[in-house]
């Protein structure tokens, strides 16, 4: 999506706008995830409003062109074909469900040939009309009423006061199944429609070629946060000039209280203040949905809740009778009532694909239903109940996995499931039974999962000891078992290796070539396998935990393994050991035996293993994360980014100078030169009067600076020649000299001419040179490119700078002795007209491809 600002803004209004780009982009972040939910993020349930996204499907969202009439007139055709024993009943609304009358019953014709045992014919459910002149009686029924007509319906059935024309069910809902009514939240998202007499919006600085929706980043009316171009998805960009934002959550029941005219001002002026520079018309038409108000769905999709769980909506999808809910009752009992709806799916909830799927799962619970009393299971099927009904069986049996032992959900382990086989009911963790070798999973029905507890009991894990080690090594000799934790704590990652395991010591060496990376391992494992070895720091050298470099953590690399702190490889400087895509509260580290191999003797300290190195680019200086953390830099609050060492942190003033004893031979030249990496410093005042008494340039020693120093903060380090310093400090003070800073902001931040029109008629016999490219394999590498910044030929007060190939050490290129540079354009940053020489060094230093503009 792309976001549009308004079009004419001063230059005051642009910065206060781009300081408030970052708060806009989240807000409009935040609106898209209430989009999808229809719910505002305050609502939202922390633990588990995600919880059905390791089940999305892939793929791109697609919008049908002729609605979802066109899914149900398909589906319709389908069942037409079977004649009189289909019948399709409209307007009828729905009065009363009844799921438990008695009636007669009647054998299925030839019932002793079928295959299978079924029920006898009874019409047990009966469903009225809401003027009571018309009722239908069925055997069974599938209920698939919208979860907000259900939360109003509950209502009606308890006896409790309700709006009119709400459906009763007859006998009253199960109680399980009412609270997880009473606990899922119902969404809401509405869509206002405005027709234009044209498109003004479809011009190529606003929406590319195939796009069809930009954002609202002005900050008028943040609840219409998106816009979508209809016309433009129904018919290209010949298709009707026809706009639609979206509002969801609290702001979308607020809209419905507003009249249509009131509601499309609204977005109108929001569309005026997008497009300021354009004369927006009134719109021709409009429509808006009003779901909340409507009778027959009262909101759109569902979302949880905080206190609601993914558990409910498997409460939600079983079926009922008159005794009660299929998930508590036991025997051949006859389900009459089923259920379906994006409501009734844990793997799909809030999409039209999930409630498809639901009526899919709803027919096959039918056909089971007839088939021999309906509740017989496959062997070794486990019924998978809530938790919150086990925990109203069972008040006084903690909450622990009868394979860990570990209490409650857990991040790694999973949530904690119930499980029901007879009158025998366990809890154990999703991972934990999922990755045992007997347990299977296939449309959501758990195998063998008792079968695995009672396994369990008998057999120890290896690591820890304990019970319940189900996890067994796949070698034929080996006898090891561990639980699902103990085996990811030895370095094995089931959803990267697979469900057969392993253990360490008959790994092969195909898994550690698939295992490149760095993966933890407990330091419980660690010291099985290294009983003597103290657990001590491989940076800092600190043993144990501390307060300041964190807890130990073991990490392992093919068969190597180290110990580190956790703080100390979090904060590392040299390589980048936090992934960009971990979860907040989860330690995930990456690179950290890349970190072990880059690390060097600490500054301060003169041990080895440090790995903060300070930002300046001219600084060498490198510390163990103890050294470094002091009173002036916390890195628990200011972190590792920008970290400078304490001299570094000083006013420039007070940092030493430079010397004429250090400077390099290859700056002696006429005018200002610069090298690099980037570039080199021009002559220093005093080295111009140093070279006037006969020092010779020749002599004095090159100084190694790192190759991605910037100039405007490097300064050259003091020598030990006392007799030299003094002799030449001496003769600095006896000419005109300028102080570093005078010559960093003469020679960095002095205006630089770039007006193509104005270099041109200073240099009339020059011409334009578009693009000359110029690249290095990394940024660590020399550019090996020499300027020279002189003044404009013309006498200006602005200064050019000049490529320089007559330079020892110049690296082939493009570029030719005496180009002007006019600009410079990256591949990132695109074109940059620069103004200023530090502008070039920033640049240079963060790319590895640089484009040049030049006048030749």
Not at 384 to 407: A, Q, W
Not at 456 to 476: A, E, F, N
Not at 553 to 562: D, G, P
Request: proline share 5%.
């Amino acid at each position: 999506m792309q976001w549009v600002m308004p079009f004419q803004i001063t230059k005051q209004e642009s910065s206060r706008n781009y300081r408030m780009w970052s708060n806009r982009y989240s807000c409009g972040t935040q609106k898209n995830l209430e989009y999808a939910l229809g719910a505002n993020v305050s609502d939202l349930s922390m633990k588990f409003w995600d919880s059905d996204e390791r089940h999305a499907f892939e793929g791109d969202h697609v919008l049908l062109k002729e609605g979802y009439t066109a899914v149900t007139n398909h589906l319709m055709k389908a069942l037409e074909k079977n004649g009189e024993k289909f019948k399709c009943v409209l307007d009828f609304p729905v009065d009363k469900i009844e799921y438990s009358r008695k009636s007669m019953c009647q054998p299925y014709l030839n019932n002793t040939v079928r295959r299978f045992r079924t029920i006898e014919l009874s019409d047990v459910c009966c469903v009225s009309s809401r003027n009571q002149d018309e009722k239908y009686k069925f055997d069974f029924t599938v209920c698939t009423l919208p979860l907000g007509v259900l939360k109003e319906s509950i209502s009606k059935s308890e006896g409790k006061k309700s709006s009119e024309n709400k459906v009763e069910f007859v006998p009253t809902l199960p109680h399980p199944k009412i609270d997880a009514i009473e606990n899922v939240g119902f969404g809401l998202l509405n869509k206002v429609y405005l027709q234009f007499p044209h498109a003004f919006w479809r011009i190529p600085s606003i929406l590319e070629k195939d796009q069809t929706l930009f954002g609202n980043a002005t900050g008028l009316n943040p609840h219409h946060y998106m816009f979508f171009d209809i016309g433009k998805s129904l018919g290209g960009n010949d298709g009707p000039p026809i706009l639609m934002t979206l509002i969801s959550g609290q702001e979308a029941a607020e809209s419905e209280q507003l009249t249509d005219e009131e509601l499309t001002r609204d977005v109108v002026a929001t569309v005026r203040k997008i497009f300021s520079n354009i004369s927006v018309p009134n719109p021709v038409a409009s429509k808006a949905t009003r779901w909340g108000a409507d009778p027959f769905s009262r909101g759109c999709y569902t979302f949880l809740p905080p206190g609601a769980s993914d558990q409910d909506f498997q409460i939600l999808q079983s079926p009922i009778n008159g005794n009660g809910d299929s998930l508590l009752l036991e025997g051949n009992e006859i389900m009459r009532l089923f259920w379906a709806g994006e409501h009734t799916t844990a793997l799909h909830p809030s999409m039209a694909h999930g409630a498809m799927l639901s009526g899919i799962r709803a027919a096959k619970e039918v056909f089971a239903a007839i088939r021999a009393g309906g509740s017989q299971e496959e062997v070794g099927t486990d019924k998978l109940i809530p938790l919150s009904i086990f925990r109203k069986i069972n008040p006084h049996i903690p909450l622990n996995c009868g394979l860990c032992h570990l209490v409650g959900t857990r991040v790694r382990e999973g949530s904690l499931f119930a499980f029901q086989r007879g009158s025998r009911q366990v809890l154990v963790h999703n991972n934990c039974a999922e990755n045992c070798p007997e347990v299977e999973v296939k449309n959501g029905k758990w195998k063998n999962v008792i079968k695995a507890v009672n396994r369990g009991k008998q057999v120890h894990c290896t690591l820890c000891s304990k019970p319940g080690g189900t996890v067994g090594c796949t070698y034929s000799t080996c006898f090891r078992s561990y639980h699902f934790s103990c085996c990811e704590d030895t370095g094995w990652r089931f959803q990267r290796d697979g469900k057969v395991y392993s253990c360490d010591l008959h790994r092969s060496p195909s898994f550690y070539q698939k295992a490149s990376g760095c993966d933890q391992i407990s330091i419980r494992f660690f010291k099985s396998v290294h009983p003597s070895v103290p657990l001590t720091c491989s940076l800092c050298g600190i043993l144990g935990d501390n307060p300041r470099c964190g807890k130990i953590v073991a990490f392992q690399q093919n068969r190597r393994q180290l110990l580190l702190h956790q703080n100390c490889i979090k904060h590392t400087t040299i390589v980048e050991t936090v992934p960009e895509d971990s979860v907040e509260g989860i330690n995930e580290f990456q690179n950290v035996f890349h970190a072990i191999a880059r690390s060097r003797i600490c500054s301060l300290c003169g041990r080895n293993g440090a790995t903060i190195e300070c930002f300046d680019p001219s600084c060498r200086k490198i510390f163990h994360l103890p050294c470094a953390d002091t009173p002036e830099w916390r890195f628990e609050k200011r972190g590792n980014r920008k970290f400078k060492c304490e001299d570094h942190r000083r006013k420039k003033t007070d940092i030493p100078t430079a010397t004429l004893a250090n400077a390099s031979s290859s700056v002696v030249n006429t005018g200002t030169q610069f090298q690099h990496s980037l570039f080199q410093h021009g002559i220093p005042p005093f080295l111009k009067s140093a070279t006037q008494v006969g020092t010779p340039a020749s002599a004095l020693p090159r100084v190694n600076r790192p190759s991605n120093a910037r100039v405007d903060s490097y300064r050259l380090p003091l020598d030990t020649s006392a007799s030299m310093n003094q002799e030449l400090m001496q003769e600095s003070a006896s000419s005109d000299e300028v102080s570093d800073e005078e010559d960093e902001e003469g020679i960095l931040t002095s205006p630089l001419l770039i007006d193509e029109s104005i270099l041109k008629e200073q240099y009339p016999n020059r011409t334009i040179q578009e693009v000359i490219r110029v690249e290095r394999q990394s940024k660590g590498e020399s550019w090996g490119m020499f300027f020279s910044v002189q003044p404009c030929a013309g006498g200006k007060e602005k200064s050019v700078l000049i490529v320089r190939t007559d330079k020892p050490n110049c690296r082939p290129s493009s570029l030719k002795n005496g180009d002007i540079v006019v600009c410079v354009h990256t591949d990132k940053d695109g074109l940059c007209h620069f103004t200023k020489l530090e502008e070039i060094l920033d640049l240079m230093k963060m790319t590895t491809d640089l484009t040049f503009k030049v006048l030749r």
